[in-house]
């Protein structure tokens, strides 16, 4: 049964930091390039960080550069992403699920039959 499990969102003020995980199974998502979706109400999913199965490539969306770090465990099958200096239009939603492998950071949603629950970033004062 294929798994896609994120978890560690929650509520931090502006220039926080949260660090998401995201735990695969039942497909072998070591072997394919990963990546994190944001949505917000009424938005497609929007791929913010993306990373190569063998971690070679990180492509950001201009927007989190230099503020979003994506990394990955795959020996335990684990994708994380590490948000700092958070502001308010991060917030929204996220996904992890696979992604393109030649992504350049340009506007792409992922139409994959299966998501994982998500979880919630809000940045708020």
């Known amino acids: 049964q294929v798994q896609l499990e994120e978890s560690g969102g929650g509520l931090v003020q502006p220039g926080g930091s949260l660090t998401l995980s995201c735990a695969t199974s039942?497909?072998?998502?070591?072997?394919?390039?990963m990546g994190w979706y944001q949505q917000t109400p009424g938005q497609k999913r929007k791929l913010v960080a993306a990373?190569?199965?063998?971690?070679?490539?990180?492509s950001y969306v201009d927007s989190v550069k230099g503020r979003f770090t994506i990394s990955r465990d795959n020996a335990n099958d684990l994708v994380y992403l590490q948000m700092d200096n958070l502001k308010s239009e991060d917030t929204g939603v996220y996904y992890c699920?696979?992604?393109?492998?030649?992504?350049?950071?340009?506007?792409?949603?992922?139409?994959?039959?299966?998501w994982g629950q998500g979880t919630q970033v809000t940045v708020s004062s």
């Open positions: 990373i190569t199965a063998g971690s070679h490539t990180r």
């Open positions: 039942g497909y072998i998502y070591k072997l394919e390039t």
């Open positions: 699920n696979m992604a393109p492998v030649l992504w350049n950071g340009g506007p792409y949603s992922g139409q994959y039959d299966y």
